[in-house]
Nanobody, 124 residues
């Protein structure tokens, strides 16, 4: 199985910055897409940003111009640089990865994995 471990959440004042990291490990053959989702209390989970293996990115309108997603394919790691944070960015941020893993006996299989989530709190 593919595991995702996140780091970098915390408490920051409005206008501040945080950088989230998510490292994937396991029997990874390839990772097609890595992304960050967030869920605030009482709200549905939403896509924040995603990046493909060739570097194509997609952002939620609410974070465009403030957040930047990047990845290090050699390290199977995705980053989310969050600048100009607002109180409405407060949420649990969760990493997601989709790709192909190498199971036993040389069999390749699709996978989709989620991290455990990291809290981001922006105070006003």
């Amino acid at each position: 199985q593919v595991q995702l471990v996140e780091s970098g959440g915390g408490l920051v004042q409005a206008g501040g910055s945080l950088r989230l990291s998510c490292a994937a490990s396991g029997s990874i053959f390839s990772i097609n897409v890595m992304g960050w989702y967030r869920q605030a209390p009482g709200k549905q989970r939403e896509l924040v940003a995603a990046i493909t293996s060739d570097g194509s990115t997609n952002y939620a309108d609410s974070v465009k111009g403030r957040f930047t997603i990047s990845r290090d394919n050699a390290k199977n790691t995705v980053y989310l640089q969050m600048n100009s944070l607002k109180p409405e960015d407060t949420a649990v941020y969760t990493c997601n990865a989709e790709g192909i893993e190498a199971t036993g006996r040389g069999i390749l299989s699709d996978f989709g994995s989620w991290g455990q989530g990291t809290q981001v709190t922006v105070s006003s």
